[in-house]
C-alpha cells in the first residue's frame, strides 16, 4: 500500500490517504495539547506508545465482538485502517469520578460512583467540546437514534472488556474518550485508545498513570507512558 498525500494534521496524529480508498494511514506524533489547545507540549515517543498501544487495544476489543477501524501496524509510530467518516461526537465512559465530573459535580476525584457513567460531547475545537445529550444528537442530526444506539452498546461493552483487561495489568480504568466512525453505513470504532484518552490509575498506589501527568506537570511522563505499554506488552500480571 502506498501513502498518499495528507488529508488533515489534528493535535496528536496525521491522516493520509493511500491507494486504496477505504483505507487511510496514520501517523503518531509526540506532540501534546491539554486544556482545549492552550497548554501545549511534546511527550519523547508518545507517539510510539500511542500507536502500538491502540494497535493492541483494538485487537483486543475487535476479537470481543466491536469492529473497529484497526488493520494492520506499518511500523512503530504509523498504522492502517478503514476510512470512515468521523461522527461529531466524543464518548466518555466513566467509572470512577476524576477531572471534568469531579469538578462539576463538587466530587472528590477517585469517588467511586454506582454506576458507569456515559456522557456525549459536541466535537468541535473551537467550541470546547461542549457536552451535549441524546436530545441535541438528534436534534443537530449528529448521528441517527439507531447509531446512537449502537454507540451507547459498544462503549459500554469497550469499557467492560478494557476494564478487565487493565485490571490484569495492576491498572484502574477509570475514565476514557471513543470516537466512532461511519463505514460504508456501519458505526466502527475509531480514533485512538491511550494514555493520551484514557485515564488509568496503578490499582496498588493510585499512580496516575496517563496524560493527566502532562496536564497537571507530575513528573515523569515519557516513563510512565512507556511503563503502561510495558505492562500491557510484557503479558505479566501486576494485580
Ligand atoms: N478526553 C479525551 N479528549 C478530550 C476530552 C477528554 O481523550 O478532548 C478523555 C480524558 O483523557 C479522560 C476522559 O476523556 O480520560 C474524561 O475527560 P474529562 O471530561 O474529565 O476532561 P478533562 O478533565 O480531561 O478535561
Known amino acids: 500500500m502506498k501513502k498518499l498525500e495528507m488529508l488533515y494534521e489534528g493535535k496528536a496524529k496525521r ?17 501534546a495539547t491539554a486544556f482545549n489547545g492552550e497548554k501545549k507540549g511534546s511527550i519523547h515517543d508518545k507517539g510510539i506508545v500511542n500507536n502500538k498501544m491502540s494497535a493492541l ?6 476479537a470481543s465482538g466491536v469492529p473497529t477501524h484497526f488493520e494492520s501496524l506499518v511500523n512503530d ?3 492502517i485502517v478503514k476510512a470512515v467518516k468521523i461522527l461529531p461526537l466524543e464518548v466518555i465512559v466513566r467509572n ?11 466530587l ?10 456515559l456522557e456525549f460531547c459536541y466535537k468541535d475545537d473551537a467550541l470546547g467540546d461542549p457536552m451535549i445529550n441524546e436530545y441535541h444528537i438528534a436534534a443537530m442530526n449528529f448521528a441517527s437514534k439507531d447509531q446512537v444506539a449502537l454507540i451507547k452498546t459498544y462503549a459500554l461493552k ?3 472488556i478494557l476494564k478487565a483487561y487493565f485490571m490484569d495489568k495492576g491498572l484502574n480504568l477509570i475514565d476514557f474518550k471513543l470516537e466512532f466512525g461511519d463505514y460504508n ?4 470504532l475509531a480514533d485512538e485508545i491511550s494514555p493520551d484518552t484514557c485515564r488509568l490509575w496503578d490499582s496498588q498506589t493510585h499512580k496516575k498513570m496517563d496524560k493527566d501527568r502532562f496536564r497537571r506537570d507530575l513528573g515523569d511522563v515519557e516513563s510512565t507512558y512507556q511503563e503502561v505499554l510495558e505492562r500491557l506488552t510484557e503479558g505479566s500480571t501486576h494485580a
Request: aromatic share 12%; glycine share 8%.
Open 96 to 106: 470512577v469520578a476524576a477531572g471534568s465530573l469531579a469538578k462539576r459535580l463538587g
Open 158 to 160: 469497550v469499557n467492560e
Open 15 to 31: 491522516v493520509y490517504k493511500t491507494d486504496d480508498v477505504t483505507k487511510y494511514w496514520i501517523e503518531y506524533k509526540d506532540d
Open 57 to 62: 487495544l483494538f485487537k483486543v476489543v475487535e
Open 108 to 117: 472528590e476525584e477517585g469517588y467511586t460512583m454506582n454506576e458507569t457513567v
Open 185 to 188: 453505513g456501519e458505526v466502527i
Open 77 to 79: 509510530r504509523e498504522q
